[in-house]
């Protein structure tokens, strides 16, 4: 069953018509019941809501920043204390090789001279 062109055309008006006509709801998003302000009021509230939740996410970053922080600090304190310890450790057995050992160093020092002596 073929169409005439005057139905066609008629067809074709009526399409247009509708959709000139309905164009400016499905730009908007196809909010067909809401107006204008409507819409704005509910772009405002999703913005404050946002911004709420990216000033949450801010909050929790800086209580993360200051946690590692102070770890940070915990953990300097710690290899502080570990490298005093070690050094008093070398100490002390530094003083004990040298204790026993200072007839070595002392012939190590004359040979040094001696070497030195002689080359010129």
Same mark, same amino acid.
């Given at each position: 069953?073929?169409?005439?062109?005057?139905?066609?055309?008629?067809?074709?008006?009526?399409?247009?018509?509708?959709?000139?006509?309905?164009?400016?709801?499905?730009?908007?998003?196809?909010?067909?019941?809401?107006?204008?302000?409507?819409?704005?009021? /509910?772009?405002?509230? #999703?913005? &404050?809501?946002?911004?709420? %939740?990216?000033?949450?996410? =801010?909050?929790?970053?800086?209580?993360? !920043?200051?946690?590692?922080?102070?770890?940070? /600090?915990?953990?300097? #304190?710690? &290899?502080?204390?570990?490298? %005093?310890?070690?050094?008093? =450790?070398?100490?002390?057995?530094?003083? !004990?090789?040298?204790?026993?050992?200072?007839?070595?160093?002392?012939?190590?020092?004359?040979?040094?001279?001696?070497?030195?002596?002689?080359? =010129?």
């Amino acid at each position: 069953m073929a169409l005439h062109d005057s139905e066609t055309a008629q067809i074709t008006t009526h399409v247009s018509e509708h959709v000139k006509f309905r164009s400016t709801e499905w730009m908007a998003g196809g909010n067909m019941g809401r107006s204008l302000p409507m819409y704005e009021i /509910e772009i405002r509230e #999703r913005v &404050l809501r946002v911004v709420r %939740e990216l000033r949450h996410q =801010r909050e929790l970053m800086q209580q993360g !920043f200051e946690q590692v922080d102070k770890h940070f /600090e915990k953990l300097g #304190r710690h &290899l502080d204390a570990r490298f %005093e310890n070690l050094i008093r =450790r070398l100490d002390r057995f530094l003083v !004990f090789r040298f204790d026993d050992n200072a007839g070595r160093y002392g012939n190590i020092h004359i040979k040094i001279i001696t070497i030195n002596s002689r080359g =010129r």
